[in-house]
T-cell receptor, first 120, second 116 residues
Framework: AQKVTQAQTEISVVEKEDVTLDCVYE???????LFWYKQPPSGELVFLIR??????QNEISGRYSWNFQKSTSSFNFTITASQVVDSAVYFC?????????????????FGEGTQLTVNP | KAGVTQTPRYLIKTRGQQVTLSCSPI?????VSWYQQTPGQGLQFLFE???????NKGNFPGRFSGRQFSNSRSEMNVSTLELGDSALYLC???????????????FGPGTRLTVT
């Protein structure tokens, strides 16, 4: 069975600090996809990134960067120079290859989420 | 392009009643998924529809059901409501063409269901 663990329940930082959100996953498959979503207080989940298991290149998008390491089954997310608007719950999610084989590719397993609070 | 819309946004029901929630996907998206979010269980997958067919189902009792219409709009129904069904119900759509592969899902604002 697949599992996603976000060990950090809550993180509190001061504006302009860098912060890293950890994500560790478990899967038996060799082909899978990983995602990060942001959930602001309004409740809507906002898509941030998708990464497949064959692409271990790190990715940077503005102040956001992601570090994918298959050797440790981790997909960590770093926010550089955090801002108050970054305050939200962040979810890491996994979709396994069984969905790919069956061409039914929309079943996500989410981690517990990390509540990030950025204080001014 | 308009995002995923869900109606109603808030709902209060009594134990034993039934409820129907509606979701309109992003234009052109044929896959619609439903998730339940609670403080205790987190985000859990309910089911997914593609071209009016249920393709995937999570581990929820038969009281939870859904359907998809020819225009990709989807509804989910919960019968015989229990207090534990109080949750935020999120709908998501994706640009899945049915040819395989995993696509990112775009979520709606959710329907907050309270069962008393």
């Amino acid at each position: 069975a697949q599992k996603v663990t976000q060990a950090q329940t809550e993180i509190s930082v001061v504006e302009k600090e860098d912060v890293t959100l950890d994500c560790v996953y478990e899967t038996r498959d060799t082909t899978y996809y990983l995602f990060w979503y942001k959930q602001p207080p309004s409740g809507e989940l906002v898509f941030l990134i998708r990464r497949n298991s064959f692409d271990e290149q790190n990715e940077i998008s503005g102040r956001y960067s992601w570090n994918f390491q298959k050797s440790t089954s981790s997909f960590n997310f770093t926010i550089t120079a955090s801002q108050v608007v970054d305050s939200a719950v962040y979810f890491c999610a996994l979709s396994e290859a069984i969905a790919v084989r069956e061409t039914s590719g929309s079943r996500l397993t989410f981690g517990e989420g990390t509540q990030l609070t950025v204080n001014p | 392009k308009a995002g995923v819309t869900q109606t109603p946004r808030y709902l209060i029901k009594t134990r034993g009643q039934q409820v129907t929630l509606s979701c309109s996907p992003i234009s052109g998206h044929r896959s619609v998924s439903w998730y339940q979010q609670t403080p205790g269980q987190g985000l859990q997958f309910l089911f997914e529809y593609f071209s009016e067919t249920q393709r995937n189902k999570g581990n929820f009792p038969g009281r939870f059901s859904g359907r998809q219409f020819s225009n990709s709009r989807s509804e989910m129904n919960v019968s015989t409501l229990e207090l534990g069904d109080s949750a935020l119900y999120l709908c998501a759509s994706s640009l899945d063409s049915g040819g395989g592969g995993i696509y990112e899902q775009y979520f709606g604002p959710g329907t907050r269901l309270t069962v008393t």
